[in-house]
């Protein structure tokens, strides 16, 4: 699977699994260059965001590991090709998943072609999944550490993409990384991983959105009736499935559950709730999708039996793919699944290999 000896370019993030992925990679005599992305430039500050600090660290790791080191702003083309995308969707109601956008965008397309100039025959990153050709395919396999299986977010790529990719901790468990790291005397074995979206940091998500959006506030009602019961901020704030930041008090006649955000209605402006987990409105028996991506090339054939994930983290879902067409695609599963949510991604599997997916637009009850 791996070439002998060769120049790769590593994009170093300042955190354990890039840089784990470099000292491999050094170890197994590689030719290796550190680079390190700086996708975000507005708003970039000690309060919220870590570039600064995060170059630091990755720059430290190159002086250990003993490999060359770069930095590279790649800012411009995070702002036209991921963040604008970011915004057009919460602007029209959906929940995007910039990680999608940003892999196969920045990280496999800006950076790729940036370390091709510098005559690098392979790209590694930190991610946690695995790449293999298979019968003179190239293919995408889920991470051996399931739970930090990133398949997920890297669906998007195709076969030019991935026969320039190494993953070289994706057979490895998240423990292991950081024992290979503290072992090694990386000054970074134990720092934290990072959470949430990356250009947001840790900063409250409606103080961010709310300065490239404007609030359009609504009513909240009762899912299936015109009753309100209470005010929202603007859908943009909201996803399907949402419990926290209602902002619902004690409503008369309602028993003490929880609520939930169950629809949305675009046009009139209003937000619809349920109580209760299960309620039958959180739960989809099938979706459509369209902006296909498939890592082959080729659409997976309809009524054969797959794995499906509506969301990163989420349980397998055996389904089938019941229409298909060069835009669109439906599936439908064998059990319900909950909070169905248009804008994110629906990824399929074969066992382990990673068959690409596409962004969901509905949630259904049933295929029609």
């Not at 950076?111 to 695995?130: N, P, R, S, V």
Request: net charge negative; aromatic share 10%.
């Amino acid at each position: 699977m791996i070439p002998s000896k060769g120049k790769v370019v590593v994009g170093l993030s300042g955190g354990v699994d890039s840089a784990v992925s470099a000292l491999l990679l050094k170890r197994a005599g590689y030719e290796v260059i550190g680079l390190f992305m700086k996708n975000w430039e507005d708003d970039d500050n000690e309060e919220y965001c870590s570039s600064r600090q995060d170059l630091v660290d990755a720059a430290s790791v190159a002086d250990v590991i003993g490999i060359d080191f770069e930095a590279v702003n790649f800012a411009t083309e995070y702002k036209d090709r991921v963040f604008a995308e970011f915004l057009r969707e919460y602007q029209a109601g959906r929940t995007p998943n910039p990680d999608v956008l940003c892999n196969s965008e920045i990280k496999f397309k800006a950076f790729l072609d940036h370390a091709m100039q510098l005559g690098a025959e392979k790209i590694a990153t930190g991610h946690y999944a695995q790449v293999r050709e298979f019968m003179g395919e190239w293919q995408l396999l889920r991470g051996e550490d399931g739970t930090k299986d990133q398949s997920y977010f890297l669906h998007r790529l195709n076969q030019a993409q991935l026969s320039k990719t190494l993953f070289p901790i994706g057979h490895l468990y998240k423990r292991e990384v950081r024992k290979i790291a503290e072992e090694a005397g990386l000054p970074n074995h134990a720092r934290k991983d990072s959470t949430g979206i990356c250009f947001i940091g840790e900063r409250p998500f409606r103080e961010f959105l709310s300065k490239y959006l404007p609030k359009q506030p609504g009513e909240i009602r009762l899912f299936g009736t015109d009753r309100v019961i209470g005010r929202h901020e603007g859908m943009m704030y909201y996803t399907l499935g949402q419990r926290e930041g209602l902002g619902i008090g004690g409503v008369k006649g309602a028993p003490e559950e929880p609520w939930f955000v169950a629809a949305k209605d675009l046009e009139k402006n209003i937000l619809y709730v349920v109580q209760g987990h299960e309620h039958p409105a959180l739960l989809s028996e099938a979706l459509e999708a369209t902006d296909l991506s498939w890592v082959s090339g080729r659409a997976p054939h309809t009524h054969w039996v797959y794995a499906a994930k509506t969301r990163y983290r989420q349980p397998d879902a055996a389904c089938q793919v019941e229409r298909i067409s060069k835009e669109t695609c439906a599936v439908e599963f064998a059990a319900p699944q909950w909070a169905v949510t248009p804008g994110q991604s629906v990824v399929l599997y074969e066992s382990r290999v990673c068959l690409g997916g596409g962004v969901i637009t509905k949630s259904l009850a049933r295929i029609a």
